[in-house]
């Protein structure tokens, strides 16, 4: 069983930065691909960010347009989200999810693409 805490969330403005961080349990964490998905209030869901379980590999929606930055740190068993430059719409509920299994489709939206997922933590930004 692994589980998933996010943190880092808030309330920004415009152009401001956030790093979201997924604290994750277990020892298998380095084998696992992650990713980070969104949901605003009334919307679906968006793959925000996707990365490969040795990390060789990242994937990125195409409203990061280089603001967003995916990484992780085995040793700590972290998953982090460094997210610049940030608009009003970039307002959701950040998840982190994780996938022990293969074939991943990292820019999958898919509630079954991921075994585990977190809580989740909001981001606002507005001014």
């Known amino acids: ?6 943190s880092g969330g808030g309330l920004v403005q415009p152009g401001d930065s956030l790093r979201l961080s997924c604290a994750a349990s277990g020892r298998t964490f ?13 919307k ?3 793959f925000v960010a996707g990365i490969t379980w040795n990390g060789g590999s990242t994937f990125y929606g195409n409203f ?3 603001r ?4 992780r740190d085995s040793t700590n068993n972290t998953l982090y989200l460094q997210m610049n430059n940030l608009k009003p ?3 959701a509920v950040y998840y982190c999810a994780s996938r022990r299994r293969s074939g991943w489709q990292p820019f999958s939206t898919a509630q079954n693409e991921y075994d585990y997922w977190g809580q989740g933590t909001p981001v606002t930004v507005s001014s």
């Open 1 to 6: 069983q692994v589980q998933l805490v996010e």
């Open 30 to 42: 380095s084998s696992y691909a992650m990713g980070w998905l969104r949901q605003a209030p009334g």
């Open 44 to 46: 679906e869901r968006d």
């Open 64 to 66: 990061v347009k280089g």
């Open 68 to 71: 967003f930055t995916i990484s």
């Open 89 to 91: 719409d970039d307002t």
